[in-house]
């Protein structure tokens, strides 16, 4: 007999197949990296956040089994209460020193942490300025906090400014989040002027970029070190778990801002810390990532590559100047047999959709990762170039 969650959950899937967007997991298999297992095939993958090719290095493996042997595979509690370990310290020392702020903390994923720090800096009364792209943690954040949220146009800051001029004396505090590598996009925020924007209005600035970790900039400390601004943002969240191939989150900020997280950001508060093994990886991946350059140059050479061989094809992937590459197919139905159609020539880009991004912009996701031979990105762009055509 049917559960009234079961009842529930036919409608609820009926209406989403319907509209096209139904989906389902793969399963993957063997070692994370550049070549992949799905059931019997080999596939190519480009479509993955490893863009360093980091989750499989051995010196990350072996920090991580070296941890586990030594300090144990969980934190088994809260940082307040039992789980607030030498290695997190260690490591938020080490994050705040690579971006040159006061202070870091860590959190258990990225979503977790936009909705934990949003409404730890601002409530009702207060004023949200979000970018109409805005990451799904960052609008769920915003929702959380009960802060009225005015969003403006994509990347505008005609419409920030307008939208500042306009709103912010009505309120209290103000808040601006941005992404600063767009997910779905592959296009850079322009932080410097919004930097700017923020300063003279009197607005709080929180930069979630966890496709700049390590994969933009000199030093690879993200798009606010590419847009030369990184001193100007109050804070800048990153990732643990994609180019630095762990798990979980960080943002850098002030020390005083760090404790006022450290005392009300309730995803910290109520929630469980990082594992040892999780940390010691995300250490052992930061120090690769100071010593080999070579491997965000070689990412930023390969978007550029498989960008110049779709656009001479006349296939279009704007707006992207990164390694998040999107081909726009503009439907369900396409987009899905496009992806299906890579698959078997044995490449995975992932096809997106609504709620993803938005109705009719429908597209294939192409993600580089460092370690993709020139062989792999042409073989990979005939391969769209003859699907598209
Ligand atoms: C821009 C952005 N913010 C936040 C997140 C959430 O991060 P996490 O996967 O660590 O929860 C993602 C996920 O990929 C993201 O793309």
Redesign the pocket.
Known sequence: MDRISDNIAREALASIEAAGTRRALHTWNGAVGRRMRLGSRDVLMFSS?NYLDLAHHPEVVEATARAARDLGCAAAGSRLINGNLGCHEALENELAAFYGTEAALVFG????L?LGVIPALVGEGDVIFSDSLA?A?LIDGARLSRATVEVFAHSSTTALSTALSRVRPRFRRALIVV?GVY?MDGDVAPLDEIAADARQHDAMLLV?D??GTGTLGVQGRGSAELRGCLGEIDLLAG?L?KALGSFG?FVVCSAKVRDLLVNTARSFVFSCALAPPQVEAARAALRVVAREPWRRTALQSNATRLRDRLQVAGISTSPSTTHIVPVQIGDNVQTMSACASLLAAGFHAQGIRYPSVPRGTERLRITLMATHTHDEIDALASAVISILS
Not at 109 to 112: A, K, L, N, P, S
């Open positions: 956040g994923t990225g979503y977790m936009n990451h943690s992404d997910s979630d966890p496709h990732t778990g989150a």
